[in-house]
T-cell receptor
């Protein structure tokens, strides 16, 4: 299974940008990079996904390295509501299952 | 509703009893997933359905666990002869297709006493 590596925890000040890194050096050419987050006492929430090009949506931006071995989730302006565990996941493609394998993620704390 | 709906939201059962947990995915979503999350732990994959393909059951922890998905829509996760270690939040998710983002329900909190 393709694996990802994330820092266990990060802190950010409110209203400042946050860059959450993820390493995935064993990524295959057709694997998508997905990000989810889980707020306290809630189910995971889809944030963004991409393949090769950088992606933007209303929640965040995803910057993907040219060699695809790493990516960064960017929250442009952190709010207290963004405090959550952020998961970087490779959506393994090819024949077989497309299960999402969640690791331990990065716990983001936002300081008022 | 617009999102993934799970019922019941909470279930307390006695050890040894069977339980059924229900998941209504987003309409039109062909992929459906079940996960569980024990207190303070990460998400553990249980089973995955995709269209009419055979489900990926590789995450089911024992033969007491089973799931079905009828008509490509509603799914039921059944746990037979529940044990205390089955206590967890059971989460269901669905996605439009295999490669896109999945949307999770709020989960069913199962407590086995």
């Amino acid at each position: 299974d393709a694996k990802t590596t994330q820092p266990n925890s990060m802190e950010s000040n409110e209203e400042e940008p946050v860059h959450l890194p993820c390493n995935h050096s064993t990524i295959s050419g057709t694997d998508y990079i997905h990000w989810y987050r889980q707020l306290p006492s809630q189910g995971p929430e889809y944030v963004i996904h991409g393949l090769t090009s950088n992606v933007n949506n209303r929640m965040a931006s995803l910057a993907i390295a040219e060699d695809r071995k790493s990516s960064t989730l960017i929250l442009h302006r952190a709010t207290l509501r963004d405090a959550a565990v952020y998961y970087c996941i490779l959506r393994v493609s090819g024949a077989g299952s497309y299960q999402l394998t969640f690791g331990k993620g990065t716990k983001l704390s936002v300081i008022p | 509703g617009a999102g993934v709906s799970q019922s019941p939201s909470n279930k307390v059962t006695e050890k040894g009893k069977d339980v059924e947990l229900r998941c209504d995915p987003i309409s039109g979503h062909t992929a459906l997933y079940w996960y569980r999350q024990s207190l303070g732990q990460g998400l553990e994959f249980l089973i995955y359905f995709q269209g009419n393909s055979a489900p990926d059951k590789s995450g089911l922890p024992s033969d007491r666990f089973s799931a079905e998905r009828t008509g490509g829509s509603v799914s039921t996760l059944t746990i037979q002869r529940t044990q205390q270690e089955d206590s967890a939040v059971y989460l269901c998710a669905s996605s439009l297709d295999r490669g896109v983002g999945a949307f999770f329900g709020q989960g069913t909190r199962l407590t086995v006493v």
